[in-house]
Protein backbone atom coordinates (compact mmCIF):
# COMPACT_ATOMS: atom_id res chain seq x y z
CA UNK A 1 0.00 0.00 0.00
CA UNK A 2 1.47 2.79 -0.80
CA UNK A 3 2.44 5.83 2.15
CA UNK A 4 0.03 9.02 2.56
CA UNK A 5 2.70 10.83 1.27
CA UNK A 6 3.38 9.35 -1.35
CA UNK A 7 0.24 9.35 -2.58
CA UNK A 8 -0.41 12.99 -2.75
CA UNK A 9 -0.53 14.63 -6.42
CA UNK A 10 2.49 16.06 -7.55
CA UNK A 11 5.12 16.61 -10.16
CA UNK A 12 9.25 17.38 -10.69
CA UNK A 13 10.29 19.39 -13.14
CA UNK A 14 14.07 18.00 -14.48
CA UNK A 15 15.71 20.39 -17.03
CA UNK A 16 18.67 18.84 -19.01
CA UNK A 17 21.21 21.13 -21.59
CA UNK A 18 19.96 21.04 -24.93
CA UNK A 19 17.06 19.08 -24.30
CA UNK A 20 13.36 20.41 -23.56
CA UNK A 21 12.17 19.71 -20.20
CA UNK A 22 10.56 16.86 -18.53
CA UNK A 23 7.28 16.91 -16.50
CA UNK A 24 6.78 13.74 -14.18
CA UNK A 25 4.03 13.51 -12.08
CA UNK A 26 3.60 11.03 -9.24
CA UNK A 27 0.64 10.17 -7.12
CA UNK A 28 -3.25 9.82 -6.74
CA UNK A 29 -4.54 12.10 -9.58
CA UNK A 30 -8.07 11.41 -8.34
CA UNK A 31 -11.32 13.32 -6.79
CA UNK A 32 -9.98 12.84 -2.95
CA UNK A 33 -6.19 13.99 -3.77
CA UNK A 34 -7.16 16.58 -5.94
CA UNK A 35 -9.67 17.79 -3.43
CA UNK A 36 -7.47 20.87 -2.03
CA UNK A 37 -4.08 20.94 -4.35
CA UNK A 38 -6.15 21.19 -7.95
CA UNK A 39 -5.92 24.90 -8.28
CA UNK A 40 -2.55 25.14 -7.18
CA UNK A 41 -1.15 22.64 -9.25
CA UNK A 42 -2.98 24.01 -12.55
CA UNK A 43 -0.91 27.33 -11.59
CA UNK A 44 2.20 25.63 -11.56
CA UNK A 45 1.75 22.98 -14.35
CA UNK A 46 0.42 26.08 -16.97
CA UNK A 47 3.77 27.99 -17.59
CA UNK A 48 5.10 24.38 -18.92
CA UNK A 49 1.73 23.57 -20.91
CA UNK A 50 2.32 26.39 -22.98
CA UNK A 51 5.68 25.00 -24.49
CA UNK A 52 4.56 22.51 -26.89
CA UNK A 53 8.19 20.74 -26.51
CA UNK A 54 7.74 19.75 -22.95
CA UNK A 55 8.02 16.06 -22.34
CA UNK A 56 4.88 14.86 -19.65
CA UNK A 57 5.60 11.46 -18.33
CA UNK A 58 2.64 10.41 -16.38
CA UNK A 59 3.93 7.03 -15.55
CA UNK A 60 4.97 7.47 -12.31
CA UNK A 61 0.87 8.38 -11.27
CA UNK A 62 -0.57 5.66 -8.95
CA UNK A 63 -4.20 5.72 -9.75
CA UNK A 64 -5.86 8.65 -11.51
CA UNK A 65 -9.74 9.08 -12.51
CA UNK A 66 -12.35 11.42 -14.60
CA UNK A 67 -11.26 13.88 -12.62
CA UNK A 68 -7.35 13.92 -13.00
CA UNK A 69 -7.55 13.49 -17.09
CA UNK A 70 -10.33 16.32 -17.16
CA UNK A 71 -7.76 18.95 -14.58
CA UNK A 72 -4.52 18.10 -16.76
CA UNK A 73 -6.75 18.05 -20.08
CA UNK A 74 -7.73 21.14 -18.76
CA UNK A 75 -4.05 22.81 -18.46
CA UNK A 76 -3.21 22.00 -21.25
CA UNK A 77 -6.08 23.97 -23.38
CA UNK A 78 -8.26 21.19 -23.66
CA UNK A 79 -6.05 18.80 -26.08
CA UNK A 80 -3.14 16.39 -24.65
CA UNK A 81 -0.03 17.37 -25.05
CA UNK A 82 2.15 16.34 -27.92
CA UNK A 83 5.04 14.36 -26.14
CA UNK A 84 3.15 12.14 -23.51
CA UNK A 85 3.92 9.24 -21.82
CA UNK A 86 0.95 7.67 -20.04
CA UNK A 87 -0.23 4.21 -18.93
CA UNK A 88 -2.93 2.62 -21.38
CA UNK A 89 -5.54 2.62 -18.64
CA UNK A 90 -4.59 6.37 -18.11
CA UNK A 91 -5.34 7.38 -21.77
CA UNK A 92 -8.49 6.14 -21.88
CA UNK A 93 -9.61 8.64 -20.22
CA UNK A 94 -7.51 11.77 -21.90
CA UNK A 95 -9.73 10.22 -25.07
CA UNK A 96 -13.45 10.39 -23.05
CA UNK A 97 -12.33 14.24 -22.77
CA UNK A 98 -11.10 14.52 -25.80
CA UNK A 99 -13.81 13.11 -27.87
CA UNK A 100 -16.52 15.57 -25.91
CA UNK A 101 -17.41 18.93 -27.50
CA UNK A 102 -17.33 21.93 -25.52
CA UNK A 103 -20.46 23.51 -26.23
CA UNK A 104 -20.01 27.43 -27.14
CA UNK A 105 -21.05 29.88 -24.77
CA UNK A 106 -24.41 30.55 -27.86
CA UNK A 107 -25.01 26.85 -26.92
CA UNK A 108 -24.96 27.37 -23.31
CA UNK A 109 -27.55 29.89 -22.76
CA UNK A 110 -30.68 28.97 -21.56
CA UNK A 111 -33.13 28.64 -24.36
CA UNK A 112 -37.05 28.54 -23.40
CA UNK A 113 -39.12 26.52 -25.44
CA UNK A 114 -41.61 27.35 -28.01
CA UNK A 115 -45.20 26.59 -27.66
CA UNK A 116 -45.06 24.36 -30.58
CA UNK A 117 -42.53 22.67 -28.72
CA UNK A 118 -43.85 22.39 -25.16
CA UNK A 119 -46.91 20.57 -27.31
CA UNK A 120 -44.88 18.52 -29.36
CA UNK A 121 -43.43 17.17 -26.35
CA UNK A 122 -46.55 16.63 -24.70
CA UNK A 123 -48.07 15.00 -27.67
CA UNK A 124 -44.96 12.57 -28.21
CA UNK A 125 -44.97 11.85 -24.30
CA UNK A 126 -48.53 10.82 -24.77
CA UNK A 127 -48.08 8.97 -27.53
CA UNK A 128 -45.84 7.02 -25.99
CA UNK A 129 -47.36 6.20 -22.69
CA UNK A 130 -50.36 4.71 -24.78
CA UNK A 131 -47.94 2.50 -26.67
CA UNK A 132 -46.29 1.51 -24.02
CA UNK A 133 -49.56 0.88 -21.86
CA UNK A 134 -51.50 -1.03 -24.78
CA UNK A 135 -48.38 -3.03 -25.26
CA UNK A 136 -48.59 -4.24 -21.46
CA UNK A 137 -52.73 -4.83 -21.88
CA UNK A 138 -50.93 -7.50 -24.90
CA UNK A 139 -48.56 -9.17 -23.00
CA UNK A 140 -50.73 -9.56 -19.84
CA UNK A 141 -53.12 -11.17 -22.12
CA UNK A 142 -50.88 -13.23 -23.88
CA UNK A 143 -49.42 -14.39 -20.12
CA UNK A 144 -53.24 -14.91 -19.20
CA UNK A 145 -53.11 -17.42 -22.52
CA UNK A 146 -50.09 -18.88 -21.11
CA UNK A 147 -51.73 -19.55 -17.48
CA UNK A 148 -54.69 -21.17 -19.32
CA UNK A 149 -52.74 -23.65 -20.84
CA UNK A 150 -50.46 -24.34 -17.86
CA UNK A 151 -52.54 -23.63 -14.83
CA UNK A 152 -49.85 -25.38 -12.54
CA UNK A 153 -47.76 -21.52 -13.81
CA UNK A 154 -50.18 -19.44 -12.05
CA UNK A 155 -48.27 -17.26 -9.34
CA UNK A 156 -50.93 -18.09 -6.24
CA UNK A 157 -48.06 -16.55 -4.14
CA UNK A 158 -47.90 -13.62 -5.77
CA UNK A 159 -51.49 -13.17 -6.26
CA UNK A 160 -52.64 -13.50 -2.39
CA UNK A 161 -49.30 -11.46 -1.20
CA UNK A 162 -50.93 -8.39 -3.38
CA UNK A 163 -54.48 -9.37 -2.07
CA UNK A 164 -53.23 -9.19 1.50
CA UNK A 165 -51.12 -5.85 1.20
CA UNK A 166 -54.11 -3.70 -0.99
CA UNK A 167 -57.31 -5.22 0.58
CA UNK A 168 -56.55 -6.73 4.09
CA UNK A 169 -53.95 -4.27 4.99
CA UNK A 170 -56.49 -1.41 3.53
CA UNK A 171 -59.07 -2.09 5.38
CA UNK A 172 -58.71 0.22 8.65
CA UNK A 173 -58.57 3.13 6.42
CA UNK A 174 -61.40 2.32 4.14
CA UNK A 175 -63.38 2.05 7.36
CA UNK A 176 -62.54 4.98 8.46
CA UNK A 177 -63.24 6.83 4.74
CA UNK A 178 -66.27 4.99 4.40
CA UNK A 179 -67.89 6.21 8.12
CA UNK A 180 -66.99 9.60 7.49
CA UNK A 181 -68.22 9.56 3.91
CA UNK A 182 -71.62 8.11 5.16
CA UNK A 183 -71.86 10.51 7.85
CA UNK A 184 -71.07 13.58 5.62
CA UNK A 185 -73.40 12.88 2.78
CA UNK A 186 -76.20 11.80 5.12
CA UNK A 187 -76.09 15.66 7.11
CA UNK A 188 -75.59 17.46 4.35
CA UNK A 189 -78.06 15.88 1.93
CA UNK A 190 -80.39 16.14 5.29
CA UNK A 191 -79.92 19.67 5.37
CA UNK A 192 -80.75 20.65 2.20
CA UNK A 193 -84.04 18.04 2.11
CA UNK A 194 -84.61 19.47 5.00
CA UNK A 195 -85.61 23.16 3.93
CA UNK A 196 -89.00 20.78 1.71
CA UNK A 197 -89.66 18.48 4.75
CA UNK A 198 -88.45 15.70 3.02
CA UNK A 199 -85.98 14.26 4.85
CA UNK A 200 -87.41 10.69 4.26
CA UNK A 201 -85.55 10.63 0.71
CA UNK A 202 -81.96 10.47 2.41
CA UNK A 203 -82.40 6.75 2.26
CA UNK A 204 -82.53 7.63 -1.44
CA UNK A 205 -79.70 10.31 -1.35
CA UNK A 206 -77.30 8.17 0.32
CA UNK A 207 -78.32 4.74 -1.50
CA UNK A 208 -77.60 6.04 -5.22
CA UNK A 209 -74.78 8.42 -4.40
CA UNK A 210 -72.59 5.86 -2.24
CA UNK A 211 -73.09 2.94 -3.91
CA UNK A 212 -73.14 3.72 -7.21
CA UNK A 213 -70.66 6.70 -7.49
CA UNK A 214 -69.09 7.34 -4.43
CA UNK A 215 -67.63 4.67 -2.50
CA UNK A 216 -66.17 3.11 -5.99
CA UNK A 217 -64.53 6.31 -6.77
CA UNK A 218 -63.14 7.17 -3.56
CA UNK A 219 -62.26 3.41 -2.70
CA UNK A 220 -60.45 3.59 -6.19
CA UNK A 221 -58.16 7.01 -5.45
CA UNK A 222 -57.28 5.66 -2.11
CA UNK A 223 -55.67 2.92 -3.29
CA UNK A 224 -54.42 4.29 -6.47
CA UNK A 225 -52.63 6.91 -3.70
CA UNK A 226 -51.77 3.79 -1.58
CA UNK A 227 -51.17 0.36 -3.52
CA UNK A 228 -50.49 1.88 -6.83
CA UNK A 229 -47.98 4.04 -5.68
CA UNK A 230 -46.30 0.98 -3.73
CA UNK A 231 -46.74 -1.37 -6.65
CA UNK A 232 -45.08 1.62 -8.65
CA UNK A 233 -41.88 2.27 -6.10
CA UNK A 234 -41.25 -1.45 -6.38
CA UNK A 235 -40.80 -1.98 -10.12
CA UNK A 236 -38.64 1.42 -9.88
CA UNK A 237 -36.67 -0.16 -6.54
CA UNK A 238 -36.28 -3.74 -9.03
CA UNK A 239 -35.11 -1.09 -11.75
CA UNK A 240 -32.57 0.40 -9.53
CA UNK A 241 -30.94 -2.31 -8.04
CA UNK A 242 -30.88 -4.47 -11.65
CA UNK A 243 -33.62 -7.09 -9.95
CA UNK A 244 -35.51 -6.86 -13.44
CA UNK A 245 -32.30 -7.17 -15.07
CA UNK A 246 -31.44 -9.93 -13.20
CA UNK A 247 -34.97 -11.77 -13.65
CA UNK A 248 -34.28 -11.19 -17.25
CA UNK A 249 -30.91 -12.64 -17.36
CA UNK A 250 -32.34 -16.07 -15.76
CA UNK A 251 -35.32 -16.20 -18.08
CA UNK A 252 -37.99 -15.17 -15.96
CA UNK A 253 -41.01 -13.02 -17.47
CA UNK A 254 -41.06 -10.25 -14.92
CA UNK A 255 -44.64 -9.59 -16.50
CA UNK A 256 -45.63 -13.27 -15.40
CA UNK A 257 -44.40 -13.18 -11.91
CA UNK A 258 -44.71 -9.32 -11.01
CA UNK A 259 -47.14 -7.58 -13.30
CA UNK A 260 -50.07 -10.46 -13.47
CA UNK A 261 -50.04 -11.08 -10.15
CA UNK A 262 -50.64 -7.51 -8.95
CA UNK A 263 -53.22 -6.56 -11.88
CA UNK A 264 -55.53 -9.99 -10.74
CA UNK A 265 -55.14 -9.11 -7.04
CA UNK A 266 -56.18 -5.42 -7.76
CA UNK A 267 -59.40 -7.04 -9.86
CA UNK A 268 -60.63 -8.89 -7.28
CA UNK A 269 -59.33 -6.38 -4.42
CA UNK A 270 -61.42 -3.56 -5.48
CA UNK A 271 -64.82 -4.57 -5.35
CA UNK A 272 -64.55 -6.46 -2.16
CA UNK A 273 -63.00 -2.63 -0.70
CA UNK A 274 -65.86 -1.24 -2.24
CA UNK A 275 -68.82 -3.41 -0.48
CA UNK A 276 -67.06 -3.05 2.75
CA UNK A 277 -66.82 0.78 2.13
CA UNK A 278 -70.67 0.70 1.26
CA UNK A 279 -71.59 -0.96 4.24
CA UNK A 280 -69.61 1.20 6.71
CA UNK A 281 -70.76 4.42 4.76
CA UNK A 282 -74.57 3.05 4.78
CA UNK A 283 -73.83 2.41 8.67
CA UNK A 284 -72.27 5.74 8.72
CA UNK A 285 -75.27 7.29 6.95
CA UNK A 286 -77.96 5.72 9.02
CA UNK A 287 -76.73 6.36 12.29
CA UNK A 288 -75.68 10.46 11.04
CA UNK A 289 -79.51 10.70 10.13
CA UNK A 290 -80.90 8.91 13.25
CA UNK A 291 -78.93 11.42 15.55
CA UNK A 292 -79.35 14.60 13.87
CA UNK A 293 -82.84 14.08 11.93
CA UNK A 294 -84.31 11.85 14.07
CA UNK A 295 -84.82 9.04 11.07
CA UNK A 296 -85.74 5.64 12.26
CA UNK A 297 -83.43 2.37 11.59
CA UNK A 298 -86.49 0.24 10.37
CA UNK A 299 -87.38 3.13 7.73
CA UNK A 300 -83.73 2.51 6.32
CA UNK A 301 -83.87 -1.00 6.12
CA UNK A 302 -87.31 -0.50 4.79
CA UNK A 303 -86.57 1.42 2.04
CA UNK A 304 -82.83 0.51 1.39
CA UNK A 305 -83.54 -2.92 -0.74
CA UNK A 306 -86.26 -0.62 -2.99
CA UNK A 307 -83.69 2.00 -3.79
CA UNK A 308 -80.63 -0.16 -4.12
CA UNK A 309 -81.25 -2.68 -6.77
CA UNK A 310 -79.14 -5.91 -7.45
CA UNK A 311 -78.71 -3.94 -10.97
CA UNK A 312 -77.24 -1.48 -9.73
CA UNK A 313 -74.99 -3.40 -6.98
CA UNK A 314 -73.61 -5.15 -9.68
CA UNK A 315 -72.74 -2.70 -11.70
CA UNK A 316 -70.91 -0.99 -8.95
CA UNK A 317 -68.78 -4.16 -8.65
CA UNK A 318 -68.05 -4.41 -12.45
CA UNK A 319 -66.86 -0.49 -12.09
CA UNK A 320 -64.81 -1.13 -9.58
CA UNK A 321 -63.12 -4.30 -10.78
CA UNK A 322 -62.37 -2.32 -13.87
CA UNK A 323 -61.27 0.49 -11.66
CA UNK A 324 -58.30 -1.54 -9.84
CA UNK A 325 -57.10 -3.40 -13.22
CA UNK A 326 -56.97 -0.12 -14.52
CA UNK A 327 -54.87 0.87 -11.31
CA UNK A 328 -52.74 -2.04 -11.56
CA UNK A 329 -51.80 -1.83 -15.24
CA UNK A 330 -50.92 2.09 -14.97
CA UNK A 331 -48.84 1.21 -11.44
CA UNK A 332 -46.84 -1.11 -13.27
CA UNK A 333 -46.47 0.80 -16.67
CA UNK A 334 -45.16 3.56 -15.06
CA UNK A 335 -43.12 1.32 -12.81
CA UNK A 336 -41.41 -0.68 -15.59
CA UNK A 337 -40.58 2.72 -17.19
CA UNK A 338 -38.49 4.20 -14.07
CA UNK A 339 -34.69 4.74 -15.11
CA UNK A 340 -32.12 2.99 -12.54
CA UNK A 341 -32.03 6.71 -10.75
CA UNK A 342 -33.73 7.97 -7.36
CA UNK A 343 -34.98 10.74 -9.50
CA UNK A 344 -37.19 9.02 -12.06
CA UNK A 345 -38.27 6.87 -9.21
CA UNK A 346 -39.61 9.61 -7.63
CA UNK A 347 -41.26 11.12 -10.95
CA UNK A 348 -42.59 7.78 -12.30
CA UNK A 349 -44.29 7.34 -9.12
CA UNK A 350 -45.92 10.81 -8.91
CA UNK A 351 -46.86 10.51 -12.01
CA UNK A 352 -48.14 6.99 -11.46
CA UNK A 353 -50.62 8.39 -8.94
CA UNK A 354 -51.35 11.74 -10.65
CA UNK A 355 -52.48 9.87 -14.02
CA UNK A 356 -54.09 6.62 -12.11
CA UNK A 357 -56.61 8.95 -10.03
CA UNK A 358 -57.39 11.00 -13.50
CA UNK A 359 -58.11 8.02 -15.27
CA UNK A 360 -60.79 7.00 -12.44
CA UNK A 361 -62.61 9.42 -12.55
CA UNK A 362 -62.35 10.19 -16.19
CA UNK A 363 -63.76 5.87 -16.64
CA UNK A 364 -66.36 7.11 -13.76
CA UNK A 365 -67.89 9.87 -16.16
CA UNK A 366 -67.89 7.66 -18.99
CA UNK A 367 -69.46 4.75 -17.41
CA UNK A 368 -72.08 7.06 -16.07
CA UNK A 369 -72.95 8.30 -19.45
CA UNK A 370 -73.01 5.23 -21.04
CA UNK A 371 -75.45 3.05 -18.40
CA UNK A 372 -77.44 6.52 -18.57
CA UNK A 373 -77.23 5.94 -22.51
CA UNK A 374 -78.57 2.47 -22.15
CA UNK A 375 -81.10 2.84 -19.50
CA UNK A 376 -79.63 1.34 -16.67
CA UNK A 377 -79.32 3.95 -14.14
Not at 36 to 46: C, D, V, W
Not at 106 to 113: D, G, H, L, Q, V
Amino acid sequence: MPSSESAIPAFRVAHETGVPPKVTLTGQWTLRGLARRANALSNELKPYARDPEVRWDLTGIQAMDSVGAFVLWQINERHPPAHLQVQPEHAALFRRWADRRVPTPAETRIRRPALTDVLASIGFAATEHFASFISLIGQFTLDVAFLLAHPARTPWREISATIYHAGARALGVMTVIGLLLGVVVSYMGGLSLETYGAQGFIVNILGLSIVRHLSPVFTAILIAGRSGSAMTAELGVMRVTEELDALAAMGISHSLRLVLPKIVALTLVMPLLVIWTDVIALAGGVWAAHAAFDISYAHFLYSLPRVVTPLSFWLSMGKSAVFGGVIALIACEYGLRAKPNTESLSAETTNSVVTAITVVIVLDGIFAVVFKHAGLM
